[in-house]
């Protein structure tokens, strides 16, 4: 008797994490900020909606509204958003008096608090907010209500029995609506599997990528019938997984994923950031490294920053079990749209999670991992960020995603602390989202057009990046997290193309990085691999815990600016 066939998840096979029907991600799962997106965000959009269907549907077709408040679903199902809406005004009830009662509480402290004692302020809390915060000033005597969010997630505003799994095979990359504005209804091909995601059985459901099963065994844990398997049999493939070997060599092996997700391996260590897999979609697509081309067990996973391209819940839950350890930016724990990715990674079932402040390390057998300030790309707002700066043997490389060179300084100091860092993964997001963007719903009283405008969330441009690098010692050049792939289109609707500013400010910093001589200057894009290899030529500086010498700092800060040149000759570059 021949050995019962076994399956694994096809590579078109997508498992999006759904809360409440919506696409999950982190400011629908922290207590507050959930509460105050549902309050301010998805019950508005569903009315409007309901208002005029036809209006969403055109909106979300125009350039310049996409990633705008509009909902793409066909007018047809109108009826199915009703129900949602009346489903959800139900079951959230107390989040949404919980929403209430964190506006009206600052309203409260905004009014009447000016630098004298709070503590006659708690008896006056809305009571939903009894017991879950602290309330403080700044040094300026601004008034703060800080959420207790431990406690939150313990409480009726944390309902994990909202989550579900939808699992699903989409045509193409862009056939996915955005994200934040557009829950997903149920299709009969696909499967919306009702499960906590911190159920084991999640995690044994993901671990089909790397460990095949019988389909009778799949079948049961989805709780599907025999008359399902015409639509589950599509989401597997039949045949072994192989994922690949871990990479022993001394140089490191570099796998791009896309975005600013980068699997970074040396002597049998793998080190992947940002996780943000793509599957292939059945209509096809370009080529890309997918959940098949990790290694069945991942050491570090590092997140930079808590947006939505960058802490990305569908890769990150996926890969849980394959993860060893998480390793999450330090929240500061005072505005509660900093939410605590520790806590949250915490509650979603992710056994170690080590949270890192600035220049905390890990040490790895042949090298570290070191936290480093990650500034700017969030409006002004403290929330928990980290770049990462990752020793390889001989190599330092850094993760500096979406960081903004405000302040060269802070790069020089971070030199002085790590050694030369030779190698530079960086985004030219030079645009960036209006502050209201993702953040609108977390502001009680919702910021001016101007402000929206003057504090876009934006990253580096030519300019700054140049900053960065020359403050670094930087030699090597990788800009990644530009938003180009075409699965990124869901998530952040930047609908980019080689004349967007970003992309402009993409190719000017590889131009000049060429012109003086880097060894690499690359805009990544879909699917690479590549090796870094300790480079020839003149001694490079102690890295890592060699602090430089007062005399080095003096020479460093003279030398004249390149990104100072930059700007003075443009018109010289190369495009
Ligand atoms: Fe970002
Ligand atoms: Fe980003």
Excluded at 469 to 490: C, D, K
């Amino acid at each position: 008797m021949g050995k019962e066939p076994v399956y694994r998840w096809s590579d078109s096979t997508v498992i999006a994490p759904l809360i409440n029907h919506w696409p999950a991600w982190s400011y629908l799962i922290s207590p507050a900020a959930a509460s105050l997106h549902l309050l301010d965000y998805q019950l508005k959009t569903m009315r409007s909606y309901l208002q005029d269907p036809e209006s969403h549907v055109r909106a979300c077709k125009d350039p310049e509204l996409i990633g705008g408040p509009f909902m793409d679903i066909e007018p047809g199902r109108a009826g199915d958003v009703r129900r949602l809406l009346a489903e959800t005004e139900r079951m959230q009830r107390g989040n949404q008096e919980l929403a209430r009662a964190i506006i009206d509480a600052y309203s409260l402290l905004a009014d009447q608090a000016q630098g004298q004692e709070l503590e006659s302020f708690y008896p006056k809390l809305p009571y939903r907010l009894r017991g879950y915060v602290e309330l403080v000033y700044d040094y300026y005597n601004h008034p703060v209500v800080r959420m207790l969010e431990g406690l939150l997630y313990e409480s009726e505003y944390y309902d994990a029995r909202l989550q579900s799994l939808k699992i699903s095979r989409p045509e193409r990359d862009n056939s996915r609506p955005f994200f934040m504005s557009t829950p997903c209804l149920d299709r009969d091909d696909e499967i919306d599997w009702a499960k906590p995601f911190n159920d084991p059985q999640a995690d044994w459901l993901f671990s089909l990528d790397v460990e095949p099963q019988p389909l009778g065994i799949i079948r049961e844990t989805l709780g599907l019938s025999e008359k399902d398997e015409p639509r589950l049999m599509p989401m597997l493939s039949q045949g072994p997984a192989s994922p690949p070997e871990k990479w022993q060599g001394a140089d490191v092996r570099i796998r791009y994923f896309g975005h600013a997700c980068v699997l970074a391996e040396w002597r049998g260590i793998s080190i992947l950031t940002d996780p943000f897999v793509s599957a292939m979609p059945t209509g096809g697509g370009i080529e890309r490294l997918t959940y098949r081309d990790l290694p069945a067990k991942i050491d570090y996973a590092l997140v930079t920053h808590n947006h939505c391209d960058h802490f990305v819940l569908e890769t990150l839950l996926r890969l849980r079990h394959r993860i060893g350890h998480l390793v999450v930016p330090r929240s500061f724990g005072l505005l509660h749209g900093d939410v605590s990715l520790k806590l949250m990674c915490r509650q979603l079932g992710f056994k170690n999670v080590i949270e890192m402040d600035t220049l905390e390390r890990i040490e790895l057998g042949d090298g570290k991992i070191v936290a480093v300030p990650f500034l700017g790309e969030h409006g002004d707002l403290p929330h928990a960020k980290t770049a990462y700066v990752v020793r390889a043997g001989n190599q330092a490389m850094m993760f500096a995603a979406d960081s903004n060179c405000l302040d060269r300084h802070m790069y020089e100091r971070v030199r002085d602390c790590v050694g030369d860092i030779e190698t530079v993964f960086l985004g030219t997001e030079s645009v960036g989202a209006p502050l209201s963007w993702s953040y609108g719903p977390l502001f009680p009283r919702k910021p001016s057009h101007g402000v929206n405008q003057s504090r876009r969330q934006r990253g580096c441009d030519a300019a700054r990046a140049l900053d960065l690098l020359e403050a670094v010692g930087a030699r090597r050049v990788y800009n990644y997290g530009m938003g180009q792939e075409p699965w990124l289109e869901h998530i952040l609707a930047l609908g980019l193309t080689e004349d967007s500013p970003q992309i402009c400010e993409s190719d000017k910093l590889l131009a000049e990085a060429r012109r003086r001589g880097f060894i690499a200057a690359e805009r990544l894009f879909g699917k690479r691999e590549f090796y870094l290899e300790e480079s020839a030529g003149e001694p490079r500086r102690p890295s890592l815990g060699v602090p430089r010498t007062g005399e080095d700092q003096e020479s460093f800060d003279d030398r004249p600016s390149l990104a100072s040149e930059v700007n003075d000759a443009e018109d010289t570059f190369v495009f």
